[in-house]
């Protein structure tokens, strides 16, 4: 890159440089400092920042037009300084998605002659406003249309006009639609399905005992989704010593585990500025505890330009490999923790290697972090969680970012027909005992205390006998609903099944109406989809030996 600051024998731009030197404005530095404390070099092309995403390279050496490439630079040091790295990388991808795609339409290279520089530059964004518009997407020029501002107010003798930065500043600009995929019920992108889709997720993390460490990580990932649905920026930058036992040492008693979870978007100059202590269940945090019982040994190090840097911070969650491009010293904190995109390639990688198929869309479920953050507030709205409470639970500031929530409760219920169950049964799989055709091929054939009824919905006295327990020991469940989720049970191939689910359908719709609650509408729905699996099974077995 040449530098504005020795272009003064440069031909192409003589204006720029004398108005850079007449009117005193502050030249492009070697470096500066961020608002987070962070040195970044910029005397070359390529400029770092470290963000809480991740550390982000910008490459001004595309932008040919110095004026369009000086007055970016000014304006990323400017949020930098002011505001957030993560700021200014976001002005710097805005202008390359929506200025630099557009240079060479209207010839604002850097050919383009000084005088008609102004002229082609309000062009140039007039067309990006009505495309904006045309894809109710104008929201998504607003850091652009404050880039000239900006640079109207500070530099307008670049060619940065002051009345149309008058006509830009008076744009009522529409705020980034929030929770439109929990409004738009959309299947692979809002939130996951409570009776039909989460179960999945939760069973496989259960049942998953792969010791391999790559594993191990995709299980802490999924468990921190789904307990807290957070951003993946606070599980990145979550440390080991963010969980606490606080039953450690204390005999007798179940462990109780507090998480310290960094908050992130509230201005702070670091995101480990300040937590939010979260409860989190024995059963999620025992994956946390595991991955920092993998993560003994493996040293934390970042390649600097300094060399090689070992770090004493402990992050939860480690790179696959060390940062292969150096870094500078002042950005290790950032370098030694993967990028954002890390968590929901765990996520995803999780899915795959179960081969989880979605119910609801029949093809593999598709996961990201937001899908569980939208997961975890509907099920917490069916529960009948204040917005104050739903709001300081997802970490938001104030209630209005709740409201989606609660606008969408009474429709994000799913109401069961018999076909249903036994479809959704068959991919579920809750039903993990053995099909027999009478007494004496269970465990327990010789005896009848035993033997599972199930009392009609026509009397208690009408009784029909659906199966054996095959447990030899004292039963501690709930007969004869709770059995169809029990591998002990032996369900008769010929019995009556269907009255079962009928039933079950029937009292579940009573729950919805009398209680207006989702939560207590599916509470019984794993029951539900065992009974609907053993009814389609247990008719492919008739229909097979007819």
Same mark, same amino acid.
């Given at each position: ?286 994956? %946390? @505890? ?5 993560? +003994? ?5 970042? *390649?600097? !330009? $300094? &060399? ?56 593999? %479920? @598709? ?5 569980? +953050? ?5 099920? *917490?709205? !069916? $529960? &009948? ?162």
């Amino acid at each position: 890159m040449e530098s504005l600051d020795n272009i003064s024998t440069n031909a192409k731009l003589p204006s720029l440089v004398k108005q850079v030197s007449i009117y005193k404005w502050r030249t492009i530095p070697k470096d500066f400092v961020t608002r987070e404390g962070a040195l970044v070099d910029c005397s070359g092309d390529i400029w770092t920042l470290a963000t809480t995403r991740d550390l982000i390279r910008c490459n001004f050496g595309k932008i040919a037009n110095l004026r369009l490439r000086w007055s970016l630079m000014r304006r990323v040091i400017h949020c930098a300084e002011t505001i957030s790295s993560g700021a200014a990388t976001l002005i710097f991808f805005d202008f390359q998605s929506e200025i630099l795609s557009r240079v060479t339409e209207f010839e604002l290279d850097g050919a383009c002659p000084d005088e008609l520089f102004p002229g082609r530059l309000v062009a140039l964004i007039k067309s990006a406003i009505r495309d904006a518009k045309s894809k109710k997407r104008l929201w998504s020029l607003n850091r652009l249309i404050r880039w000239y501002v900006w640079c109207a107010a500070n530099f307008p003798e670049m060619g940065f006009l002051i009345s149309y930065a008058a006509t830009l500043d008076g744009m009522v600009i529409p705020g980034n639609p929030k929770g439109q995929a929990v409004r738009d019920e959309d299947p692979d992108a809002g939130p996951l399905d409570l009776s039909l889709e989460l179960p999945l997720i939760v069973r496989a993390l259960q049942n998953d005992l792969s010791d391999e460490y790559e594993h191990i990580q995709e299980r802490a990932a999924v468990a921190l989704c789904v307990a807290l649905g957070r951003n993946p920026a606070n599980f990145i930058f979550l440390d080991e010593g963010d969980l606490r036992d606080l039953t450690q040492g204390i005999d007798g008693v179940d462990s109780c585990y507090q998480l310290a979870v960094p908050r992130i978007k509230k201005r702070q100059i670091d995101p480990r500025q300040d937590f939010q202590i979260e409860t989190i269940e024995a059963s999620f945090a025992k994956h %946390l @505890v595991n991955l920092i019982n993998a993560n +003994r040994g493996r040293p934390v190090e970042a *390649l600097t !330009d $300094q &060399g090689l840097v070992q770090s004493d911070v402990r992050p939860l969650f480690r790179r696959r490999q060390c940062n292969q491009k150096p870094v500078p010293a002042s950005a290790v904190h950032r370098a030694i923790r993967p990028s954002t995109t890390f968590i929901s390639a765990l996520l995803k990688y999780f899915v795959k290697r179960h081969n989880i198929l979605s119910p609801v869309t029949m093809t593999s %479920l @598709v996961v990201c972090a937001r899908r569980f +953050r939208y997961t975890l507030a509907t099920s *917490l709205v !069916d $529960q &009948g969680v204040s917005r104050r409470e739903l709001a300081r639970i997802l970490d938001h500031t104030d209630t209005q970012h709740v409201e989606v929530y609660f606008e969408m409760r009474s429709r994000i219920i799913r109401h069961l027909e018999v076909a249903q169950a036994k479809l959704f049964g068959a991919y579920l799989r809750y039903f993990k005992g053995r099909f027999i055709d009478s007494p004496e091929e269970a465990e327990t054939a010789d005896r009848s205390d035993k033997d599972l009824f199930f009392a009609s919905a026509s009397g208690a006295s009408v009784q029909i006998e659906i199966g054996k327990c095959g447990e030899q020991k004292l039963c501690g469940l709930d007969p004869p609903f709770s059995c169809y989720l029990c591998p002990k049970f032996r369900p008769y191939v010929h019995a009556d099944h269907f009255k079962v689910l009928t039933v079950l359908l029937s009292d579940r719709e009573s729950r919805l109406k009398r209680y207006e609650s989702v939560r207590m509408g599916i509470q019984i729905d794993d029951v539900i989809f065992a009974v609907g699996e053993v009814v389609a099974e247990a008719e492919r077995i008739a229909h097979a030996e007819a």
